[in-house]
């Protein structure tokens, strides 16, 4: 990419556009998911992505939960004063099965052009478990970095599966017990983990779509392994107590996905909020006779 277009800023916006759900300080937020086996659901969703109250990215997620497997797809690119200076765009998908009463993921990639550069990352899983992991182009060796082992890729989840949260029981699934859980992740680069605790409930109001409650949860970031301990924005996320992620249902599942997300930063508030969320519970299919 060309001076002057600032090309770290620039990835991580498209990873904001592109709901890995990343702002300065890469973060990536995500949480287990575990529904009955019997849940099937479709969330057709749009978000727009702003800092400090400018608009810098628009993404659109598909999500499809049947009876035994479930998969999600992202698309999303820069805009506005972002795009003039170095625009960008990605793609994310995942997939996997529905074992036990548990989404089990198989697969994540994520794929990330800016400028003339691009990024793609591979994860492979299997139980809980990352099988394989690839960056392409691999990256160089930054001198510092804590290394990430075999063990920090055990019981895991991937960016794009934890970005939905689950919840067990059988009463209203938007309550203070959604946000009541620790939360393990790698993506690609990084083991952290997210620590969620209730903070309030809201009531939201998409231009199409969703109205109704959320459950807001506060998310606290603690990396793990992947990063470079000196990192100034390992050290400012790794400190913040006011990030926010708001949830809301998918209708015939207990599955919640983000309706909104704010995280503070040196440049001013980052959100990603969604201007469309619909969802719609999915008629199982069966055998009849006649």
Known sequence: MDMPRFPGLTSKCVRIATLGLCLPGALALCAALAVPAAAQGRLDAKYEASLAGLPIGKGAWIVDVADDQYSAAVTGATTGLMKSIGGGNGTGTAQGRITAGQFAPLSYVSTVNYGKKAEVIRITLGGGNVKNSVIEPQPPETP?????????????????????????????????????????????????????????????????????????????????????????????????????????????????????????????????????????QKTAKTNSTN
């Open 144 to 280: 510092g970095r804590i290394p990430v082992t075999d063990a920090h890729r055990r019981n895991v989840f991937d960016p794009m599966t934890g970005a939905l949260l689950n919840v067990a029981g059988t009463g209203d699934p938007v309550g203070p017990e959604a946000c009541r859980k620790t939360l393990p992740v790698f993506d690609g680069r990084m083991r952290y983990d997210l620590r969620l605790e209730f903070k309030r409930m809201e009531t939201v109001k998409a231009a199409k779509g969703y109205r109704g409650p959320v459950v807001v949860c506060s998310v606290y970031f603690t990396p793990i392994a992947g990063y470079v301990p000196d990192r100034i924005a390992i050290k400012y996320v790794a400190a913040q107590r006011n990030m926010e992620i708001w949830y809301a249902p998918i209708a015939g599942t207990r599955v919640l996905a983000p309706f909104r997300i704010t995280i503070p930063t040196p440049l001013g508030t980052g959100m990603i909020e969604a201007t469309e969320f619909i969802s719609a």
